[in-house]
């Protein structure tokens, strides 16, 4: 094996300009995935918010209850008040062309 195993690759932050991996997948309940999708998202995903990434909220796009996948590509960083908005059956959440979400009421 060449290298440390992707799981191990998280010791040493990239550069913001550089893309981590997507499919490292590692528990949710992980340190390691929590400070990779921090620097990844930097702050709240909803579009128009500017919440640090240290007072946001983990969410999967998937739910974990309906099978979503514990990894980098299916999570993102919500506020405490967008993370209810996904949560609520009266909002739909949208994915845009930037990878930002907005929220509508149903």
């Not at 309906?66 to 996904?86: K, S």
């Amino acid at each position: 094996m060449n290298g440390p195993a992707p799981e191990a690759r998280l010791d040493g932050l990239p550069e913001p300009s550089e893309r981590l991996p997507e499919s490292l997948v590692v528990p949710v309940d992980s340190r390691h995935q929590r400070i990779a999708i921090r620097h990844r998202d930097q702050h709240c995903t909803s579009h128009g918010c500017d919440w640090p990434a240290a007072m946001c909220h983990v969410h999967h796009n998937t739910p974990w209850s309906r099978g979503g996948n514990t990894n980098l590509a299916d999570a993102r960083l919500l506020c405490p008040r967008h993370h209810t908005y996904a949560h609520n059956p009266k909002y739909q959440m949208k994915t845009i062309p930037n990878g930002r979400v907005i929220f509508s009421r149903t």
